[in-house]
């Protein structure tokens, strides 16, 4: 599945087409359907991680959207795609452990 931009959604263009940006106003894909298991865990698709460039050792920011004080929506971003404040507060969680 894939959300369209509509004629509305041109305003929210951006002239940099090197910037990720994921927001309301870019295309999406439901890309899979993914189960947890007993122990928390997800297995990202293959393809998945191949389109998405993830190898192992990637790091992935987990970002939440919260509503009526619960989780309604989770994204994964790549750590190197973060800019600003959100970068600087969790660069050093990034490289702990390395």
Known sequence: ??????????SCL????????CNSCSAY???AI?????????VLPKDVRE???????????LISWEKDG???CL???KAENLSGMVKE???PLMHKGD
């Open 89 to 91: 507060v969790l660069e």
């Open 1 to 10: 599945m894939t959300k369209k931009r509509t004629s509305n959604e041109t």
């Open 51 to 61: 389109k998405a460039g993830i190898k192992t050792g990637t790091k992935l920011a």
């Open 34 to 42: 993914l189960s947890v298991d007993e122990r928390g865990q997800m």
């Open 75 to 77: 994204a994964l971003i």
């Open 29 to 31: 894909n439901v890309e």
């Open 14 to 21: 951006n002239d940099s087409a090197s910037v990720c940006e």
């Open 70 to 72: 619960g989780i309604c």
